[in-house]
């Protein structure tokens, strides 16, 4: 018989390609990798694995387990979700990440929807870029919070991972409390703004291609952005008035102590926050629960957003 969490982690080598980065996904040591795989080896009873003293790669046989592992272990969770189903009992521990303003902003609304359900666990964890997405597909967390800029509306309804519409997440402006435009009166133009002290998130981050399509019709980036890492950073930085700067609305969670947030003309940028999930987990009641909990935690979260940004045109 095989065993299941064996063939996870022989998947996962054949996806990284060595044990060093095997185990760093994972969470071993390397040592406890190659004894998994050597005893999966042996429930196979065939060689999976070319071994040298310095690297490892698949056999034959190693390639065709690996490449129906993933098959393998969506039937067993799926069959495992209709058992639990079945028992309509909403109970044990869900894993979610999501990206970090995500964290801050869903963490409490998601934590009080769920209280409800006594015997069900949750774990909440932060990650960044397209790893939440890995991290579901590895089954690694059972559901990740990501976030698109790319306005490209994703395969939602079919494939192995299905992608939950949750909220539309606009860039506002940020300023501090002193600044002129912290009055709601004043209006906002974007133009006379390339030419103020701008803080902004390097190229390597998600949200700097709203920035960068926010002034693409009025003549470009800004003439001068200092780069920093981090929404808290940033808005700390406004804060403290070294500059402005344009962030999504949810970082308005992280806290609005010395800060004015404006809504920007037009339709600026938007990003989409999704709930990813394997479609085998969908049907076990914890999942399920915890997805109806996401859902009314976004309109919780849109409805405060809406709130704290005023109805004051930008």
């Known amino acids: 018989m095989l065993d299941l969490r064996r063939l996870q982690i022989l998947k996962e080598f054949s996806e990284r390609g060595t044990i060093a980065a095997t185990a760093e996904a994972l969470g071993y040591t390397a040592s406890a990798v190659s004894q998994q795989l050597s005893a999966l080896e042996r429930e196979a009873g065939a060689p999976l694995l070319d071994r040298t003293a310095r690297s490892a790669e ?57 209280k409800v359900h006594g015997d ?32 490209e509306r994703p395969d939602i309804g079919a494939g192995r991972l299905r992608h939950v519409h949750l909220l539309h997440d606009p860039m506002v402006l940020a300023v501090s409390k002193d600044h002129p435009l912290a009055d709601p009166a004043v209006p906002v133009d974007l133009r006379a703004l390339r030419d103020e002290p701008w803080i902004a998130a390097p190229d390597s981050e998600p949200s700097r291609a709203g920035i960068d399509r926010l002034f693409a019709d009025v003549g470009g980036a800004p003439a001068a952005a200092w780069e920093f890492e981090g929404q808290s950073t940033i808005l700390s930085l406004v804060a403290g008035g070294i500059g402005i700067a344009a962030v999504p609305a949810l970082a308005l969670a992280a806290g609005t102590s010395g800060l004015s947030f404006r809504r920007l003309p037009g339709v600026g940028p938007t990003r989409e926050v999704y709930a990813v999930v394997r479609s085998a987990s969908m049907r076990r009641p914890a999942i399920e629960a915890t997805l109806r909990a996401l859902r009314r935690t976004a309109a919780e979260v849109r409805r405060r957003l809406d709130r704290d ?6």
């Open 58 to 114: 698949l056999t034959e046989s190693g390639r065709l387990l690996a490449e129906n592992a993933e098959h393998i272990l969506d039937l067993v969770e799926a069959a495992e979700s209709v058992l639990a189903q079945r028992r309509e009992v909403v109970a044990g521990r869900v894993t979610v990440t999501a990206f970090p303003t995500g964290a801050v902003a869903f963490a409490p609304p998601l934590a009080r929807c769920l």
């Open 120 to 151: 069900l666990q949750l774990v909440l964890r932060q990650s960044v870029g397209a790893a939440g997405a890995r991290q579901v597909a590895s089954a690694e967390v059972d559901i990740a919070l990501v976030d698109d800029w790319s306005g």
């Open 309 to 314: 940004l005023g109805a004051a045109p930008g």
